[in-house]
Each structure stands twice: as structure tokens, then as C-alpha cells.
């Protein structure tokens, strides 16, 4: 199966900065990666789906100003979560998809917001 | 995207007794898959059942599905102490844009 590769695991920032979080898919070109959003003991909750070469789609509720998404090769996607605040503090996974639709996450970032 | 339904949330066993995981979905679905959560990790691939597939097996894993009532189970037999992690069950839709809809999830702990 594919290996994603995500960085970093844990940051820490200061309330009003931005955070930068990669993906990376690497034996794998992934036109499409899909970000999560975890909260502690809960499920994985969809933000957006990154697409290589052109605008992400975000699904509902998810503000793509706070979330920044930029896929610019088929083996990195970034997710900056901009002017950050402590209730962004949360898990952050990515994943690519397979086949038939099997997904292999990367390791995922946990994000604190002080 | 709607969330899945998983029961229990929490089930704690004895070592080598077996678990047992159920999952409940609302969509159509292409297949059905099962995956691994260790504390503060990404999530690990174990199985994936197709909706024209009734069961399927994997070393100590033993899935089941049933499509009539939009339902699955997980079995985990001989468990272990490493066995302890969450599990969550995910349905790819059949029109979902291979978008997965994850369960609620259930936090098994295998005491030794």
C-alpha cells in the first residue's frame, strides 16, 4: 500500500499564528488527499479534499479561509490553518486513497493552540 | 457527511477472549472497511468487504456484512494486549466520490 508521510507530529503555536502541516504520499502520486479532523476519543470528521493542480473542495462548515489547502504536486498536499486559535487545537490527519478505496493515512499532526 | 453508527463505544476484555465490534450505516455502499486507531496515530488498513460479499477473514479478523440491514461486525478472536487501540468502521457510498464515511468508533482495551 501506499506510505504517507505527514510533518510535523506535534506543534505548538501561539494564538493569532499560522500553522503549516504536510502531507506526503511517497511510493504513491495521489491526484486527490483528503484531510480529517479528530477531537479526543471521537471520529474522523472530513474537512476537504485536496485536488493536484486545482482548488480543494471543503464540505460544509469548514471555513477554507481558516484552512488552507494547496496541492501543487501529486506527492504534497499542505493544510495551514491560519491565525489559529486554541479551539483549532485538535488531531489532523491526511490520507490518499487506493484501490478500490482503501486509504492510507499518514501519522497525523497534534495541533495546540496556546 | 453523516457518521456511522458503532457499538459499543467502549468494550474491555479479558486476553484471549474474543471482541466483537458492530457497525451501522445509512447509505448504499460500494464496501464496507474496518480500521485501526493506536492512541494519537494515524489509522491502519484491515479489511475491506465488498457489498456483494457476505464474510470475510484476515489472520484473527473476521468481518461480516450485511447489506439488507445496512449492518457489519468485526471480530477479533484470541485477542491480545496489543490489540487494544479504537476501531472504526468506514463505507465508502456508492456515490460518494471516494469519500469514506467514518463510524463513531470503539476504544477496546484488552487487559492482560
Known amino acids: 500500500g501506499a506510505v504517507v508521510s505527514q510533518h510535523p507530529s506535534r506543534v505548538i503555536c501561539k494564538s493569532g499564528t499560522s500553522v503549516k502541516i504536510e502531507c506526503r504520499s511517497l511510493?504513491?502520486?495521489?491526484?486527490?488527499m483528503f484531510w480529517y479532523r479528530q477531537f479526543p476519543k471521537q471520529s474522523l470528521m472530513l474537512m476537504a479534499t485536496s485536488n493536484e493542480g486545482s482548488k480543494a473542495t471543503y464540505e460544509q462548515g469548514v471555513e477554507k479561509d481558516k484552512f488552507l489547502i494547496n496541492h501543487a504536486s501529486l506527492t504534497l498536499s499542505t493544510l495551514t490553518v491560519t491565525s489559529a486559535h486554541p479551539e483549532d487545537s485538535s488531531f489532523y490527519i491526511c490520507?490518499?486513497?487506493?484501490?478500490?478505496?482503501?486509504?492510507?493515512f499518514g501519522q497525523g499532526t497534534r495541533l495546540t493552540v496556546v | 457527511s453523516q457518521q456511522g453508527e458503532e457499538d459499543p463505544q467502549a468494550l474491555s476484555i479479558q486476553e484471549g477472549e474474543n471482541a466483537t465490534m458492530n457497525c451501522s450505516y445509512k447509505?448504499?455502499?460500494?464496501?464496507l472497511q474496518w480500521y485501526r486507531q493506536n492512541s494519537g496515530r494515524g489509522l491502519v488498513h484491515l479489511i475491506l468487504i465488498r457489498s456483494n460479499e457476505r464474510e470475510k477473514h484476515s489472520g484473527r479478523l473476521r468481518v461480516t456484512l450485511d447489506t439488507s440491514k445496512k449492518s457489519s461486525s468485526l471480530l477479533i478472536t484470541a485477542s491480545r494486549a496489543a490489540d487494544t487501540a479504537s476501531y472504526f468502521c468506514a463505507t465508502d457510498p456508492i456515490q460518494g466520490a471516494q469519500k469514506l464515511v467514518f463510524g463513531q468508533g470503539t476504544r477496546l482495551t484488552i487487559n492482560p
Open positions: 447509505t448504499s455502499i460500494n464496501n
Open positions: 511510493d504513491f502520486q495521489a491526484t486527490t
Open positions: 490520507s490518499v486513497t487506493g484501490d478500490p478505496t482503501e486509504a492510507f
